[in-house]
């Protein structure tokens, strides 16, 4: 397939992997102007300029391709330097302006119907509502293996430009999670959360709250996520296809009777 420019709002950004070919990457995840999905992978996210660096809820006009690697219908390819960052969507009137395009992704109510959708039809990026969720922390491996740490300063190594002082101090600047994050589900089913936003909060309750870092970070994604007509965005793994992680968390609020009048005419 020849590359296309696409127009695409971006609805996922995980958080940084090591990896062999690009030294780190982040899987993203949107839906372009014409309600497809498409999975951005994989993007050296920290390594982009900063006037490419988008964020959540973010158009960007990007060239892109479908993945020869990856066959998962939503796989492209993206062209880096042919990408531009455009408007960012906000949350006014609740959430009106983003509900209008998030209405055009199939919003799945339990498990079962999501999975059975990967097989009947191969999708791979779905919308979840749970009804019930509960955090679960689990530790994590506390440092980069050796082979991470080979993968994460590879790239600079390759160039002259970067002295081994900086390989450290770049290498370093990519933090090492010491825990993992899941959501449980109200059938008992348990996946792993990987939106860097989740991460970005583990990282600011862990700075303002010290070793007390739990109960903020609870408090934001468990109790006050409850009241919110919150939503997944599930993405399978690429090499193993029957396992979903949550790759974004969407929570708009509830809708009010007026909003749901305002939401029915974007139908």
Not at 38 to 61: A, D, H, T
Not at 154 to 168: G, N
Not at 171 to 183: A, C, E, G, R, T
Request: net charge positive; aromatic share 10%; with cysteine.
């Amino acid at each position: 397939m020849q590359p296309v420019f696409e127009n695409i709002l971006i609805l996922a950004k995980t958080y940084p992997s090591p990896s062999s070919k690009y030294s780190e990457t982040s899987c993203v995840a949107g839906i372009n102007d014409q309600g497809l999905m498409r999975r951005l992978f994989p993007i050296p996210f920290r390594l982009l300029s900063e006037n490419q660096q988008f964020k959540k809820w973010q158009w960007v006009r990007a060239k892109i391709a479908k993945s020869p690697t990856d066959h998962r219908p939503e796989s492209y390819k993206l062209f880096i330097d042919d990408m531009e960052c455009k408007e960012i969507i906000d949350t006014k009137n609740g959430w009106l302006s983003r509900r209008e395009w998030l209405n055009k992704i199939p919003v799945c109510e339990d498990f079962k119907t999501l999975n059975a959708d990967r097989i009947a039809q191969g999708k791979t990026l779905l919308l979840l509502r749970p009804k019930q969720i509960k955090l679960e922390i689990k530790p994590a491996k506390k440092d980069w293996t050796e082979e991470e740490i080979k993968k994460l300063i590879q790239a600079q190594t390759q160039c002259d430009l970067f002295s081994k002082e900086d390989h450290l101090k770049w290498m370093n600047i990519l933090q090492k999670i010491p825990f993992d994050f899941y959501y449980r589900f109200s059938n008992e089913r348990k996946h792993k959360i990987v939106d860097w936003e989740a991460v970005m909060l583990f990282m600011n309750c862990k700075k303002s709250h010290g070793d007390q870092w739990e109960m903020p970070f609870r408090q934001k994604l468990e109790k006050e996520f409850a009241g919110k007509d919150l939503m997944l965005l599930m993405g399978t793994v690429h090499r193993f296809p029957h396992q979903w992680l949550i790759v974004s968390l969407i929570y708009p609020p509830k809708p009010q009777p007026a909003d749901i009048e305002k939401i029915s005419l974007l139908l």
